[in-house]
T-cell receptor, first 113, second 115 residues
Framework: EPEVTQTPSHQVTQMGQEVILRCVPI?????FYWYRQILGQKVEFLVS????????KSEIFDDQFSVERPDGSNFTLKIRSTKLEDSAMYFC???????????FGDGTRLSIL | AQSVTQLDSQVPVFEEAPVELRCNYS??????LFWYVQYPNQGLQLLLK??????LVKGINGFEAEFNKSQTSFHLRKPSVHISDTAEYFC?????????????FGTGTRLLVSP
């Protein structure tokens, strides 16, 4: 079964540095999402993306965050200047079309030092 | 806006016993309902979904859930659990309107199955 793949599995970064998390959604999927899960807390929505633009974003997704689909396969989340509180597991998800369940990747664990 | 409540943060159970993980939701619009499972150090795997039709839905690994609109609940059940079912279980909802809406998750229930 096709999968959503995320790289790297674990990223360690110094506070204030930029980080890019990468996702390869399932190939015929059209809608993409980023979520995060701070350790011990629930999964929270960050942003959704369709047709090369943001569809919806949460209050968490401030000016430090951006998303991009640079080519036909990758979907990236960039954090410009990381803070300690950005430490979390970041999940990418995608759906093929309307009214379908989201498929998640295994996540990237981001640790900010 | 939607919200999801999973009242039980942890449910300990013996192997081969039945289990029910509770989920209640709140929404001003019609919703889709999902259960996801997260094994240690892994991503979220879809267990089952309610989109429409029969209110009793069956998923993978022998799990099932029943949508109860009047009680705004979507409890997850399994008649006989295995050690391998030990994991975190998340209930989630999304608004039906466009079909592409974000998922809103509950806080999760850790199922601990012991021999």
């Amino acid at each position: 079964e096709p999968e959503v793949t995320q790289t790297p599995s674990h990223q360690v970064t110094q506070m204030g540095q930029e980080v890019i998390l990468r996702c390869v959604p399932i190939s015929n999927h059209l809608y993409f999402y980023w979520y995060r899960q701070i350790l011990g807390q629930k999964v929270e929505f960050l942003v959704s993306f369709y047709n090369n633009e943001i569809s919806e974003k949460s209050e968490i997704f401030d000016d430090q965050f951006s998303v991009e689909r640079p080519d036909g396969s990758n979907f990236t989340l960039k954090i410009r200047s990381t803070k300690l509180e950005d430490s979390a597991m970041y999940f990418c998800a995608s759906i093929q079309g309307a009214h379908q369940p989201q498929h998640f990747g295994d996540g990237t664990r981001l640790s900010i030092l | 806006a939607q919200s999801v409540t999973q009242l039980d943060s942890q449910v300990p159970v013996f192997e081969e016993a039945p289990v029910e993980l509770r989920c209640n939701y709140s929404s001003s619009v019609s919703v889709y309902l999902f259960w996801y499972v997260q094994y240690p150090n892994q991503g979220l795997q879809l267990l089952l979904k309610y989109l429409s039709g029969s209110t009793l839905v069956k998923g993978i690994n022998g799990f099932e859930a029943e949508f109860n609109k009047s009680q705004t609940s979507f409890h997850l059940r399994k008649p006989s659990v295995h050690i391998s079912d030990t994991a975190e279980y998340f209930c989630a909802v999304s608004a039906r309107n466009t079909g592409f809406q974000k998922l809103v998750f509950g806080t999760g229930t850790r199922l601990l199955v012991s021999p």
